[in-house]
């Protein structure tokens, strides 16, 4: 009876460990992430282009990896597809923005590069820098797909850190520490042709 009782005592000591190992994971839920607030997809006169916002919040480990010159890499991921009834859905259009971000200490300043495009910008502050990339205003997605009026497509967004880019120290690091887990969800609308 007593081994019983004893064996009841260790288990709850167990998941009590557990939970106390959770907590702070859990805390940090809300305060990090990617969020895709807003974004349309318009025709402009054969092309389909996106416009879209998006608020970047890093969590302490990715600030800490930034502010030691430690580059971000993020995908911004934009495909459109096509609704069947009988099969999956058919992928019409798949394209994408990457963005590299990093802290050079040297100039006290943050560098935000295109890599698609090349493009790079300098800015003094993280908002300011993160306010480029969380910002797309007509990006050309496709052009107008040939097909029945009644056919039915939709369009998606998601933004994702690329883990894999980090250095190979902190890549263990991030696949298991969840103020690592940066990503947002695919964000889908309707497109009206």
């Known amino acids: 009876m007593r081994a019983l009782a004893s064996n009841k005592a260790s288990i709850w000591r167990s998941l009590l460990c557990c939970l106390f190992t959770l907590l702070p994971a859990l ?21 389909y282009v996106l416009s879209a916002d998006m608020d970047y919040r890093l969590s302490a480990r990715a600030l800490e990896a930034l502010q030691n010159g430690v580059p971000l890499y993020w995908d911004i991921h934009i495909k459109v597809q ?4 009988y099969f999956w859905d058919k992928t019409l259009a798949s394209s994408g923005i990457r963005y590299r ?28 820098a993160l306010d480029l990339m969380s910002t797309i205003h007509g990006f050309h997605v496709m052009d107008r797909p040939v097909g029945a009026s009644t056919e039915r497509y939709a369009v998606g967004i998601k933004v994702t850190l690329d883990r894999d880019a980090l250095p190979l120290p902190l890549r263990p690091i991030a ?19």
């Open 27 to 47: 805390g940090y839920a809300d305060t990090f992430g990617v969020e895709v607030k807003n974004a349309e997809i318009t025709l402009q006169g054969n092309s």
């Open 82 to 85: 096509q609704h069947r009834d």
């Open 101 to 128: 971000i990093q802290y050079h200490a040297l100039l006290n300043m943050y560098r935000v590069r295109n890599e698609g495009s090349g493009e790079l910008y300098n800015f003094s502050t993280l908002s300011a």
């Open 175 to 193: 696949y298991t520490n969840p103020q690592w887990y940066l990503s947002s969800d695919w964000t889908l609308w309707p497109l009206i042709k």
